[in-house]
């Protein structure tokens, strides 16, 4: 990226590379969608703000990562909400490790595999959970089944997810 561009230029460029990375980090990080579309627009205001000196794109993308995470924090803060967020080391790390060299792509399609090969109970849960947003109450009523019933049914499915997905990226 050629440091020389104004202001708006240089904006416009990080904006184009790195906006659904941050976005996405912040979701990663717990953060609710609408939020983090909020935060998203500040982090680079704050990065613009910060004066940073562009040295290389993953350094770059550390820094919007930390601005944005910094900005989630700091609005659950004033909402006197605690999130419940991982080490910032540890979160960095798995961070890095899901966008690899494509972005994230990579893992996303390996889920999509994963995910397309569950069946029965499994597939029920998950898509009740996670495409329809139910609660754990709700989805036992839909299902028949206790909440810890459909506790156990969703730890099973997430670790079956994982480990397919782990062995598709090996």
């Not at 910060?50 to 350094?59: D, K, L, N, V, Y």
């Not at 028949?144 to 090996?170: D, M, P």
Request: contains cysteine; aromatic residues 6%.
């Amino acid at each position: 990226m050629d440091v020389s561009l104004p202001t708006t230029q240089l904006l416009e460029e990080l904006v184009r590379r790195h906006q659904r990375s941050v976005r996405s980090y912040l979701l990663y990080q717990g953060c609710p969608a609408h939020l983090a579309d909020d935060l998203v627009q500040e982090t680079f205001l704050s990065f613009l703000a910060a004066r940073f000196e562009h040295r290389a794109e993953a350094a770059t993308a550390a820094f919007l990562r930390k601005v944005a995470r910094h900005l989630f924090l700091k609005a659950m803060e004033r909402e006197r909400r605690a999130p419940a967020l991982m080490d910032e080391d540890a979160s960095e790390v798995a961070w890095v490790a899901f966008e690899g060299e494509d972005g994230g792509r990579g893992y996303v399609q390996a889920m999509k595999d994963c995910l397309a090969k569950l069946r029965g109970r499994a597939a029920e849960v998950v898509a009740l959970r996670y495409e329809k947003g139910l609660r754990r109450t709700a989805i036992a009523e839909a299902l028949g089944v206790s909440e810890s019933g459909v506790k156990a049914l969703l730890i099973r499915a997430r670790s079956r997810l994982r480990e397919c997905v782990e062995r598709r990226l090996a």
